[in-house]
């Protein structure tokens, strides 16, 4: 049987793909998160490996510092944990428990086994053949059969490069979720750390608060104060102290949507070491586009869709080539004492079906596919305008808060606060500037919270979205505080605060 197989099988050699050793190449995905598309060394020639991902560079976790903004932990009434943690720590965590690396990291192992399934030969098929003439066993003849099919036009090299292509797509597609999540984590954490500090400042204004109304009431009692100035001084305390409960339930929220993308809803409430103000990058739209466009994860896996497409194009011209199948029978006849072998080569011939259709298919695929990468782009412009347009009014604010309210509105407290003393402006002048710092201060923060968010997004690839990851441009997931809301509003009273301090002092009741 052997002597009759070795010509047959040697003449159809040169119709099966090259049987070089496979170098099987899994890169440890550690803590479930794909760190980077994977490839196997020689044998997927990926156009999109030519590019890396980045993760969240641009954010330097050592220039933070602790800005203390508690003077106890227990000053706002919130269990909280240990020293103040940091954004490194966070997103370690992150990496180790957010659900959605899992699923990428699973999704891309997922390819890798579609990978391996698609270059491997089919089995050879054996058999046991019975002829029966009579039941007299003399007459009876035993064989068996072997049968082997031979793919040709190298159709199994080209099933692993389209399937490579799809293991690029869906690697560069996990590293994109990965930025996601370290995106949205960076701006919870900003969110927290702009609670918290507007928690500080409504502290530090509640003192001064009862220090206010402790000064009317002593005034009222030596008869240089009014029962009104009493009333306005209570009336303030109270205000800030709703001031101060609103940003401890924000930073509650904040922690817990925090914590949520963490993927540890239980993580007990810490402060957050870090500081708003400082380092703010001057960034411009062109350049920022032009870094978009060389590292976005997303445009580098469209390239790979758009790839797949076109090996799945030459795979589908190659089915058209039939398959060669061998099949050899050795049989022993009990009548003639004689043993036989005979030998069937057979294929189909493509006369009807020549794969016609999933041809037409392919070639669809590959429009719709470079059709993506322009509406990817189109896309990933159209956010990016948006986050620049934040971007621009949130450092606007933020430097002139900085540089002019702030400074005045301070200046502004002092000079009625010694107006009072010496008996030239009213208590009522006095709480009406204290306020307006305060409200000026929480703009501020407000302001530079929106800015650190926006700066996340720009420098981030315009990748959020970490616990709902979908299409580009389509992700469902919104970001926490509702931020561009507060600023309006707080901004709406520094400025009605600053109006009321330029009123005649007859129409503030002195």
């Known amino acids: 049987m052997f002597r009759i197989l070795i010509p047959v099988i040697t003449s159809l050699a040169i119709l ?225 102290r709703m001031s101060k409960h609103d940003a401890i339930f924000r930073q509650q929220a904040a922690w817990q949507q925090l914590a949520n993308m963490i993927g540890d809803p239980q993580l007990p409430m810490s402060l957050v070491a870090g500081n708003l103000d400082g380092g703010v990058p001057d960034l411009e739209f062109d350049e920022t586009w032009q870094e978009l466009t060389a590292n976005s994860p997303q445009l580098v896996a469209s390239q790979a869709n758009l790839d797949h497409a076109r090996a799945e194009l030459q795979l589908a011209r190659a089915q058209v080539i039939p398959n060669v199948t061998l099949q050899t029978v050795l049989q022993r006849d009990n009548a003639t004492h004689s043993s036989q072998a005979s030998t069937l080569v057979s294929l189909p011939v493509p006369i009807f079906n020549r794969n016609q259709g999933n041809i037409q298919r392919a070639e669809a695929d590959i429009c719709a596919a470079e059709a993506e990468i322009s509406r990817t782009r189109l896309v990933l412009r159209d956010l990016l305008a948006d986050s620049f347009k934040r971007y621009q009014t949130s450092r606007h604010q933020a430097l002139g808060y900085r540089d002019k309210i702030l400074p005045n509105a301070e200046k502004s407290m002092e000079i009625a606060s010694f107006g009072y003393k010496s008996g030239e402006r009213g208590f009522l002048e006095v709480l009406t500037a204290r306020q307006t710092y305060f409200q000026a201060k929480l703009a501020s923060i407000e302001a530079l919270t929106e800015l650190r968010k926006v700066i996340v997004e720009i420098e981030g690839l315009q990748l959020t979205g970490g616990l709902n990851p979908a299409a580009i441009g389509t992700a469902i997931q919104s970001q926490p505080g509702g931020g561009t809301q507060r600023q309006r509003a707080l901004l709406n009273q520094v400025q009605e605060g600053a109006t009321r301090q330029l009123l005649p002092a007859a129409q503030l009741g002195r």
């Open 16 to 240: 099966a793909p090259c049987g070089c050793a496979q170098t099987e190449h899994r890169r440890t995905v550690r803590d479930g998160i794909a760190r980077e598309p994977v490839q196997e060394a020689g044998k997927l020639p990926f156009s999109a490996t030519t590019a890396r991902p980045i993760a969240l560079a641009k954010h330097e976790e050592s220039a933070f510092q602790t800005p203390g903004p508690f003077d106890t932990p227990e000053s706002h009434g919130t269990v909280l944990s240990g020293r103040p943690i940091g954004l490194s720590e966070l997103k370690d965590l992150a990496s180790r428990t957010n659900p959605t690396l899992a699923q990428a990291a699973a999704g891309v192992e997922a390819e890798r086994g579609a990978y391996r399934q698609a270059g491997l030969y089919p089995n050879p098929q054996v058999g046991y053949l019975n002829n029966s003439a009579s039941p007299s066993s003399v007459q009876q003849s035993n064989g068996a059969f072997i049968s082997q099919e031979f793919v040709t036009a190298n159709k199994l090299k080209l099933a692993r490069i389209w399937e490579g292509h799809e293991v690029n797509r869906v690697a560069w597609e996990a590293e994109a979720q990965r930025v996601r999540v370290l995106n949205d984590l960076t701006i919870r954490y900003y969110e927290v750390l702009g609670a918290q500090e507007a928690v500080s400042v409504a502290e530090n204004l509640e003192k001064l608060a009862q220090d206010g109304l402790a000064t009317a009431n002593s005034l009222l009692k030596n008869d240089l104060g009014t029962k009104n100035d009493v009333l306005q001084a209570e009336i303030q305390l109270e205000t800030v």
